[in-house]
T-cell receptor, first 116, second 112 residues
């Protein structure tokens, strides 16, 4: 299996521009997670989906952030408009947990976003 | 959500056994304990998961006392390549409203 695939790996943009990050989870996994990592705040859970349905978006920082999962093999995280404080590494992860467990999260390589 | 506390950093030498302890005093009955490893510029990688007593795999061992208020990740005979950040997480299955929250982690530095 190719693992979780994220794109782009790196993005540099200017403040105010729209940013779209993409994720392809591992085939057969029914949970998908978006995390953000910065030096100051560590790894933060932004949102997660189960069977393409958003379950918990309480970690999404504000209305400028939105996430979608139109099908089982694709998810996007969009920031519009972007701000310098959004600069971070954004990770996508997927899993298919066993009964009663949280399962093994498989992370992508991340998308490093720099907003100037 | 159960909060976890672990040392911010640890130093070790090649060939030594390293034990990283995590406190989770308010762990819930349904919570599992999971450890992840993260290298610079990479996403976290699953190491081991357990509920009680001892779990061992090809990479590490996880020791969980009867009260489950703490857990210890044991890395046998570490090498330079084990230098990474190690995260302890507790959580229940997602369909019970659980979610995995990463704490600050323990930065392990292995020296020659």
């Amino acid at each position: 299996d190719a693992g979780v695939i994220q794109s782009p790996r790196h993005e540099v943009t200017e403040m105010g521009q729209e940013v779209t990050l993409r994720c392809k989870p591992i085939s057969g996994h029914d949970y998908l997670f978006w995390y953000r990592q910065t030096m100051m705040r560590g790894l933060e859970l932004l949102i997660y989906f189960n069977n393409n349905v958003p379950i918990d978006d309480s970690g999404m920082p504000e209305d400028r952030f939105s996430a979608k999962m139109p099908n089982a093999s694709f998810s996007t995280l969009k920031i519009q408009p972007s701000e310098p404080r959004d600069s971070a590494v954004y990770f996508c992860a997927s899993t298919r947990p066993g009964q009663g467990k949280t399962g093994e999260l498989f992370f992508g390589e991340g998308s490093r976003l720099t907003v100037l | 959500l159960a909060k976890t506390t672990q040392p911010i950093s640890m130093d070790s030498y090649e060939g030594q056994e390293v034990n990283i302890t995590c406190s989770h005093n308010n762990i819930a009955t349904n919570d599992y304990i999971t450890w992840y490893q993260q290298f610079p510029s990479q996403g976290p990688r699953f190491i081991i998961q357990g509920y009680k007593t001892k779990v061992t795999n090809e990479v590490a061992s996880l020791f969980i006392p009867a009260d489950r208020k703490s857990s210890t990740l044991s890395l046998p005979r570490v090498s330079l390549s084990d230098t990474a950040v190690y995260y302890c997480l507790v959580g229940a299955t997602y369909n019970q409203g659980g979610k995995l929250i990463f704490g600050q982690g323990t930065e392990l530095s292995v020296k020659p």
